[in-house]
């Protein structure tokens, strides 16, 4: 009688040939499971939180290179690519930026320096940056009245991508916004403000879609739709941020087979569409974060939820599956 052999692990980076598979990690995470998972899956990484500004410049001129050192270490050391995430953020500001009290000037000339420091430390080691994250309102399509727009003006967004530019001429820079496949106004806002950089001329490489979505939407049109706006476009797209709801409005306790095969469906369909974009606009697909119950949607939304492609033991779900017959 032969002996049963168990099954060969397919990873995702197996299939995965025509694009970066990235996930959102911690600088805790770069040993045990978590880096098993880390090296044999994925083939990019992204920093879930430690590459923000209020990380690495908690006050002024008081730079914080450690955990996105050890970050950017551990990608080199592991051949992984690296996207950096994300210079201008409104909810990641420091506070002592929050609450600038210098001129406008003075307040551009931080960002600069800020903006020009951070890209030039990871210069040839970092592929690509969001340089601007979430710069949209939801509904309407207005720009945030965020501090920046308040002290650099309506160009601020041009203006951090030109810095970033200055610092680096390789690096690919790339604008990041939430929910545009469903928020028609606001996908319209992020490609006028897109198209509005190329007529001018200012440096943009691609556009980050993050896709936290749910088991039951987008549709599959949807995010097609969406998507495509960057065929026409010289750009690259990135699903930036992708995780799958399966519990949004607290009706479940524990992941039935249900959800769990409809999360898997749905993330065939994200992979699908993606997939389908002409070589030349695809850059990644990064997941945020590696097991279930490190995600922020459980922090967030306080119920349970299992959005992630690993659950709390480290086991692949029906999700990753979902994600290799996205390919197919
Ligand atoms: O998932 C991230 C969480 O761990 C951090 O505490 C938080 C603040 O830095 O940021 C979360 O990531 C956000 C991302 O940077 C931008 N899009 C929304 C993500 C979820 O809030």
């Not at 026409?232 to 009706?251: G, I, K, T, W």
Request: aromatic share 10%.
């Amino acid at each position: 009688l032969e002996e049963e052999q168990p099954e060969p692990t397919t990873y995702l980076k197996d299939k995965a040939t025509s694009f970066y598979v990235g996930v959102a990690m911690k600088s805790n995470n770069l040993n045990g499971k978590y880096d098993e998972i880390i090296t044999h899956e994925f083939t990019s990484i992204t920093a879930e939180y430690e590459m923000k500004m209020n990380v690495i410049l908690p006050s002024k001129g008081q730079y914080n290179w450690s955990q996105s050192d050890a970050i950017v270490n551990y990608g080199i050391e592991n051949e992984l690519n690296i996207h950096g995430h994300a210079l201008v953020w409104h909810q990641s500001t420091p506070d002592w930026i929050e609450n600038f009290t210098g001129t406008d000037a003075e307040f551009e000339q931080e960002i600069k320096d800020y903006i020009t420091a951070v890209v030039t430390r990871y210069k040839g080691k970092i592929k690509s940056w969001d340089v601007v994250n979430e710069a949209v309102l939801d509904g309407n399509g207005n720009l945030r009245n965020s501090v920046f727009r308040q002290r650099m003006g309506d160009d601020y967004i041009s203006k951090c991508f030109q810095f970033a530019r200055d610092a680096d001429p390789d690096v690919l820079l790339f604008y990041n916004d939430y929910n545009m496949t469903e928020d028609q106004a606001k996908q319209d806002a992020v490609f006028d403000i897109v198209d509005d950089m190329q007529n001018r001329n200012i440096p943009i490489d691609g556009v980050g879609f993050q896709m936290h979505i749910r088991y039951n939407g987008p549709s599959k049109a949807k995010m097609e739709s969406a998507t495509n706006r960057i065929v026409e476009r010289d750009l690259l797209a990135h699903y930036s941020e992708v995780d799958v709801r399966v519990n949004p409005n607290n009706d479940i306790t524990t992941l039935t087979d249900e959800r769990d095969i409809a999360q898997k469906i749905k993330l065939t369909e994200l992979v699908e569409v993606y997939n389908a974009l002409p070589s030349a606009n695809k850059y990644a697909i990064t997941i945020w974060g590696i097991k279930d119950n490190d995600s922020w949607i459980i922090d967030l939304y306080n119920h349970p939820d299992w959005p992630l492609l690993f659950n709390s033991s480290f086991e692949a779900k029906k999700a990753h599956t979902g994600f290799l017959e996205g390919l197919e």
